[in-house]
Structure formats: C-alpha cells, structure tokens
C-alpha cells in the first residue's frame, strides 16, 4: 500500500510529522511537495519505503537526525536534507536518487556530524546527485550512472560491495 501526501498545509510545514506511534504496515509513504518556498520536514520514525519528490527548486525535505527506513529510499526531484545536528539516517533496502534528485549531507553547525547508513545498493541516476560535504558515507554498493554525480565527502566513504562508475565521481 502506498500512502500519498501531497502539499502542506500554509504555516505547516510538515509532510509527515510523528508525535507518537507509527506502524509502517510494510507500505511506502509518498510525499509530494508543493510549490512553496521553504522545507517540508520528514519526522523521526522508522518507515518501510519513502519517496520524495518536489514541485519546484526552491523546496526541500529535510529529515529528523533518527530516521530509519527499513527498505527502499528514492528521491524523485528535489532535496533531501538533514535539519538537526549529528543526524545518522539508515537505509535498509535501495536507495535511489533519480534525474533532478539530490541527497545533500553536511553539518550546519560547528562540531556536528552527519552519517549516511545505506547497506544496501545506492543508485544515481543521470542528473541525480549526491553531495558528501563532510559526512560520513557508509554504501552497500554505489553505482553511478551516466549523467549522475556523487561529489564526495571531505570525511569517509566507505563502499562494501561493487561500484560502478558510469558518471562522476568527484
């Protein structure tokens, strides 16, 4: 089952915000965002499968330093952003990040750290991107497709499985 979230409400700018139990039901939450100027938070919690995808450069997701999803992360268009200080993410299953698509990790505050746990497969496709900054990058495996970029972090990436570089790899 997919459930689709489209839009905020004005002032609210949550796509999904959890202030107590969520059960995944092993379904994917789809959030959409609108057209506004701003962020449009992903809470803290553990989903199955989550997309992402924005109306306009402008908009951006950003998550909660816990978050976990125990299976497929695809970020269609748009960002996805960390919006607290020492933010870990776990990625269980895929994690895909198609054409105008772009998972951002940096520290926005001094002293802070940002990890990304993908054990699974990460994909770039053409005109997807991946910026390290400064983080750290853990991969199952990492493909880089043709046209798709994954600029590097200052700090580690660390790669367990095959890596297929098509693209950038900067």
């Not at 962020?39 to 998550?63: E, G, I, R």
């Not at 993908?118 to 005109?127: H, K, L």
Request: charged letters at 10%.
């Amino acid at each position: 089952e997919t459930t689709m979230i489209s839009g905020e409400s004005p002032g609210v700018q949550y796509c999904i915000e959890v202030n107590g139990a969520f059960i995944h039901n092993n379904g994917t939450i789809y959030c959409e965002g609108s057209t506004i100027i701003g962020n449009a938070n992903v809470d803290d919690a553990t989903y199955y499968n989550l997309k992402t995808k924005t109306q306009s450069t402008t908009t951006q997701f950003t998550y909660s330093p816990g978050i976990v999803i125990e299976n497929d992360l695809t970020i269609e268009e748009g960002k996805w952003i960390h919006s607290g200080t020492n933010a870990i993410f776990h990625v269980y299953g895929t994690t895909t990040v198609e054409d105008g698509g772009t998972i951002y990790m940096t520290a926005r505050v001094p002293g802070s750290t940002q990890t990304m746990n993908a054990t699974g497969d990460v994909i770039v496709e053409s005109g997807g991107f991946i910026n390290g900054t400064n983080a750290t990058m853990n991969f199952g495996s990492l493909t880089i497709n043709n046209g798709g970029t994954y600029d590097a972090t200052s700090g580690l990436t660390t790669v367990s499985g095959l890596t297929d570089v098509y693209g950038t790899f900067d």
